[in-house]
């Protein structure tokens, strides 16, 4: 076999160095895209500014709001996908809200799970210091629904708490019972969807008379004492 002259050992050189130029390049390259990667990945979701009012999805709005049927429109309101709570002031007997009443408003709360959703600001390849849950409320008011701004380092509580479910019954059933104990019709209520230690349930509050319940969360029966505490807050 013929040795390869002094040309051709160059021509190999050449080439050779070639190759090793462009392997070199291409790790380089793969190296600066996961490093941009990792920086992109280990940067936190950050809130958004509260979007501006919106009428989109509230059922019966503004004098006969059901805060219920209107909760999916709530919804699409925060990056938050956990409901935590339902408040609503001004209740007629029929479990609607006059929003554009002074005294009618509908307040929903939210959360995200540990480390999901929008968490705080931090530098750019660090992780978190604790896992954050995040809080945001979102309100129906006579301009319709808005949100405050988001609370980004809210902290988790110490314990898991399940969210809450959708409802399995409305404010008019919670009003139902509220009458049946004999509560007068022409009132407007607090009621509130809530976790207590019994599960999901329904606190109501007539301001001014004695009638002040709390029932589990399908209105099947009233919770009594600790059952009926609330354990979020």
Known sequence: MTEPGPEQREAR???????????????FAIALGVSWWARR????ELSKLPAPPTTA???????AVDPVKSLPAAR???ERSILRGITAEGVSSDGTVDVASKSGRIRYVFQSSPGAGPQ?????GTLPSRPYCGKQTVHLRAKGLYDDPDVPGYPCSPQHYDEL???RCGMKDVWQHAIAKGAPKDHHARIEYYRAHAGPAWRFDLPGTPYRFSLYGDCGRELEGA???????
């Open 13 to 27: 050189r050449r080439r050779d160095r070639a190759i090793g130029l462009v392997i070199i390049s291409v790790t």
């Open 120 to 124: 705080p600001k931090r530098p750019p």
């Open 76 to 78: 699409k309101i925060t």
């Open 41 to 44: 990945a280990s940067r936190p």
């Open 165 to 167: 479910p959708e409802p």
């Open 57 to 63: 999805g509230i059922i019966g709005f503004p004098k």
């Open 227 to 233: 059952e009926a505490t609330t354990i979020f807050p």
